[in-house]
């Protein structure tokens, strides 16, 4: 299995940005889709973005022109750039790296907006 480790979670106002990073351990992305996923209090876990194999993205309608999925493949490190975050971003936030025979999972990180 992949490890994954996400960082860079944090308290923001309402209209602010964040970049969360997920290091993975070892060159994995020309063989694994990577994704953002997040989990709200009480609701259930969400797909928010991913970077394909193949270098396509794609993100939740909610998310659309806020956020943005990078991937650096020297520091084998996956982003997300938060920006105009809104209250009802608040959720942990997963990395998850999946291809035909493997779906691993980082431990995620808290992002709280709140003024």
């Known amino acids: 299995q992949v490890q994954l480790v996400e960082s860079g979670g944090g308290l923001v106002q309402p209209g602010g940005s964040l970049r969360l990073s997920c290091a993975a351990s070892?060159?994995?992305?020309?063989?694994?889709?990577m994704r953002w996923y997040r989990q709200a209090p009480g609701k259930q876990r969400e797909l928010v973005a991913t970077?394909?194999?193949?270098?396509?993205?794609y993100y939740v309608d909610s998310v659309k022109g806020r956020f943005t999925i990078s991937r650096d493949n020297v520091k084998n490190t996956v982003y997300l750039q938060m920006n105009s975050l809104k209250p009802e971003d608040t959720a942990v936030y997963y990395c998850?790296?999946?291809?035909?025979?493997?779906?691993?999972w980082g431990r995620g990180t808290q992002v709280t907006v709140s003024s």
């Open positions: 998850n790296a999946d291809n035909a025979v493997d779906n691993s």
């Open positions: 070892g060159s994995i992305f020309n063989r694994y889709h």
């Open positions: 970077f394909t194999s193949g270098g396509s993205t």
